[in-house]
């Protein structure tokens, strides 16, 4: 199994553009798809962006064209560089990883992704 853990996360101000970063150890790094989830208070957890083990990328509509997913498969870690931050992107991000290798297509369902790390809390102030 694979371990997750995210960092990078804190109080930033509207307009701020952190970075998130989630370092994984364990199994094969490289060979799988991973994602970045969210969960605001009282809210479901949303998909926000994938990336396939292979480079292609899918988003969220909520942040589409703000945040970027980019990976380093040489430190096995994957990031999520966030733009123009809003309040309502508070929430706790998760990093996860897919259940299965060398996936075919980037998947947004909670439910594919098999190992999660215990997430990071963003904060944005009005």
């Known amino acids: 199994q694979v371990q997750l853990v995210e960092s990078g996360g804190g109080l930033v101000q509207a307009g701020g553009s952190p970075r998130l970063s989630c370092a994984a150890s364990?199994?094969?790094?490289?060979?799988?798809?991973m994602g970045w989830f969210r969960q605001a208070p009282g809210k479901d957890r949303d998909f926000v962006a994938a990336i396939e083990w292979s480079g292609g990328t899918e988003y969220a509509d909520s942040v589409k064209g703000r945040f970027a997913i980019s990976r380093d498969n040489a430190k096995n870690t994957v990031y999520l560089q966030m733009n123009s931050l809003k309040p309502e992107d508070t929430a706790v991000y998760y990093c996860?990883?897919?259940?299965?290798?060398?996936?075919?297509?980037?998947?947004?369902?909670?439910?594919?992704?098999?190992?999660w790390g215990q997430g990071t809390q963003v904060t944005v102030s009005s």
């Open positions: 364990g199994r094969t790094f490289s060979s799988w798809n």
């Open positions: 996860a990883q897919d259940r299965l290798p060398f996936g075919r297509t980037v998947r947004r369902a909670a439910a594919d992704f098999g190992s």
